[in-house]
């Protein structure tokens, strides 16, 4: 029994000392140029709210509708619409929301604000997706200042707002016919 716990003395007495010297390797080899590391770690904790497409789920498909190159033209460049919802439920109570959309850098025109096709084979040219507002507003992708706010202050917790999506032929560049893939993030971003 005396041998177990001097043992266990002893481990613990080395650990000190190997950490130590470890401690002192660390300050003497730090003269001139020293880096240190650091790593901070945390956890916000809040309610969030719930996030629905067309009442369905939050990760659903819009599809448009099949249209033919030749309907484009100069003055009729954006074509197509197709309407959906997105409903906010279990938000903080009495608190406004604004939801953006967002993509990545290829994917998305900073120009227009549109969403930009995938490039490939088989994938139509020179044709966007734009987004609008229910009150007809374009939602600009990547402009968080183009969002739908969603209102709180009167204690309701549910508001759906309809967007519509539509094709958006490039200026001077007719579309090209194949298939059409875009892909944009939703942001909540509250105040």
Known sequence: M????????????????FNLSQSLAATTSC????????LFKGEYLAETCRLT?????????????ELSTSQFTAQENELGMKPFTIQLTECPEKQSVLLSMHAENA??????????????TGMSENVQ???RKENG?????????????????????????????????????????????????ININYP
Not at 2 to 17: M, P, R, T, Y
Not at 53 to 65: C, F, K
């Open 137 to 185: 507003e374009q939602l600009k992708i990547n402009q968080v200042n183009t969002g739908q706010t969603y209102q709180y202050a009167n204690g309701k917790n549910i508001e759906t707002h309809q967007f519509t999506a539509s094709y958006y032929s490039v200026a001077s560049l007719p579309p090209t016919p194949g298939k059409l893939m875009v892909r944009a993030t």
């Open 53 to 65: 497409i067309n009442q369905a789920s939050s990760q659903e498909t819009i599809l448009l509708p």
């Open 107 to 120: 994917f998305y025109d900073a120009l227009t604000g549109n969403l930009k096709n995938t490039r490939g």
């Open 2 to 17: 005396k041998k177990l716990i001097k043992g266990g003395c002893c481990s613990v007495g080395f650990f000190l000392l």
């Open 129 to 131: 997706v734009r987004i």
């Open 31 to 38: 003269r001139d140029d020293c880096h240190i590391d650091v």
